[in-house]
T-cell receptor
Framework: DAGVIQSPRHEVTEMGQEVTLRCKPI?????LFWYRQTMMRGLELLIY????????DSGMPEDRFSAKMPNASFSTLKIQPSEPRDSAVYFC????????????FGQGTRLTVV | GQNIDQPTEMTATEGAIVQINCTYQ??????LFWYQQHAGEAPTFLSY????GLEEKGRFSSFLSRSKGYSYLLLKELQMKDSASYLC???????????FGDGTTLTVKP
């Protein structure tokens, strides 16, 4: 398996624009997580899905952020409108079954909002 | 709520042993993960402790004391490539998610 695949690897956008980050989890994994990492705040869990269903989105900063998982092999994280403070590395991770199994991380998307 | 503490930075010498501590306070605790993250890369799994005690995996070992809310990662025979950030994460079964500490940046010097 190729591991968790994220796209794009880098994204530079202007404030106010819509940004869509994409993730393909490892085949057969039931859980998918979206994290954001910054120097100031470390690694923060934004939302996670179990069997394609959002379980906990309490980490989503505000209504500008939304995430979907239409099927077991694809998820998106959308920011609309984007703001400079959204600049961070966004990681997608998947695990075989929930929180008690190791998470495999994608290479991340480095987002810069100018 | 959940609170996870680990030192921000540590420095050690190549060939030496270093212990990175992690304390946690969380309800519904089920286990403690350690991940390694090199600069500019994604975190990668190192270990997962559910029961008290020490688990050894090559040069790396991880310890857990549930009663004390304490874990450590022990790195032996340090190599330059071990310079990285080490993240501990507490798994909370009730919440169904893990909470990460801010990470300990380890610098290995010759």
């Amino acid at each position: 398996d190729a591991g968790v695949i994220q796209s794009p690897r880098h994204e530079v956008t202007e404030m106010g624009q819509e940004v869509t980050l994409r993730c393909k989890p490892i085949s057969g994994h039931n859980s998918l997580f979206w994290y954001r990492q910054t120097m100031m705040r470390g690694l923060e869990l934004l939302i996670y899905f179990n069997n394609n269903v959002p379980i906990d989105d309490s980490g989503m900063p505000e209504d500008r952020f939304s995430a979907k998982m239409p099927n077991a092999s694809f998820s998106t994280l959308k920011i609309q409108p984007s703001e400079p403070r959204d600049s961070a590395v966004y990681f997608c991770a998947s695990s075989l079954q929930g929180v008690n199994t190791e998470a495999f991380f994608g290479q991340g998307t480095r987002l810069t909002v100018v | 709520g959940q609170n996870i503490d680990q030192p921000t930075e540590m420095t050690a010498t190549e060939g030496a042993i270093v212990q990175i501590n992690c304390t946690y306070q969380t309800s519904g605790f089920n286990g403690l993960f350690w991940y390694q993250q090199h600069a500019g890369e994604a975190p990668t799994f190192l270990s997962y402790n559910v029961l008290d005690g020490l688990e050894e995996k090559g040069r790396f070992s991880s310890f857990l004391s549930r009663s004390k809310g304490y874990s450590y990662l022990l790195l032996k025979e340090l190599q330059m490539k071990d310079s990285a950030s080490y993240l501990c994460a507490a798994a909370n079964t009730n919440a169904g998610k893990s909470t990460f500490g801010d990470g300990t940046t380890l610098t290995v010097k010759p």
